[in-house]
């Protein structure tokens, strides 16, 4: 939906009924089970790999990603607790969005000079709407930088333990 403001020359764009990206329910579903089957399956190979290597790699494997676990359903938890919030902001944006479109309303609002009431109304509305997708996306980006570098770390950290296994090896085997 676009929400042009003439007397500031902004076109506001706001979509809460998408059919295709981050918030639909389709879009989720297949994104969440893709990386849950990619972690079970990453989970299965390194550890039958890195059981038969040494048992710190194991326990490293398992530390790192239960805390990749962690900050995932931390990012779940906000996002449920934004969804009150975020439904009641849009049910307030679109209750003025109808009465600024009721064409019954249109003569009450020009006898009684409304118009700017209704203008600013919709402004506050708007504003709330942008504070809380911003905090969504904010959030959202801190959660996966998290993820990338508790992967990162997760990959240097069975690369070094399964070098010094292999050196600690090849001194024993000497």
Request: glycine share 4%; with cysteine.
């Amino acid at each position: 939906m676009h929400i042009f403001y003439p007397a500031k020359s902004e076109c506001y764009t706001f979509n809460s009924n998408k059919k295709e990206g981050d918030w639909s329910a389709g879009s989720r579903m297949v994104y969440e089970t893709v990386t849950l089957s990619v972690n079970a399956l990453s989970f299965l190979l390194y550890s039958t790999v890195i059981g038969y290597l040494s048992m710190p790699m194991l326990l490293a494997l398992l530390v790192l990603s239960l805390v990749n676990y962690a900050v995932s359903m931390r990012y779940i938890k906000f996002v449920e607790s934004m969804r009150e919030e975020s439904a009641l902001a849009q049910k307030h944006f679109y209750c003025v969005l109808n009465a600024m479109s009721n064409v019954k309303g249109a003569k009450d609002i020009r006898i009684f000079g409304m118009k700017n009431w209704m203008l600013g109304l919709r402004d506050v509305t708007l504003g709330e709407l942008k504070k809380l997708t911003e905090k969504t996306r904010k959030n959202k980006r801190i959660i996966t930088f998290s993820v990338i570098c508790i992967k990162i770390l997760r990959f240097y950290v069975l690369t070094l333990l399964s070098a010094y296994v292999k050196l600690r090896k090849v001194k024993i085997g000497i």
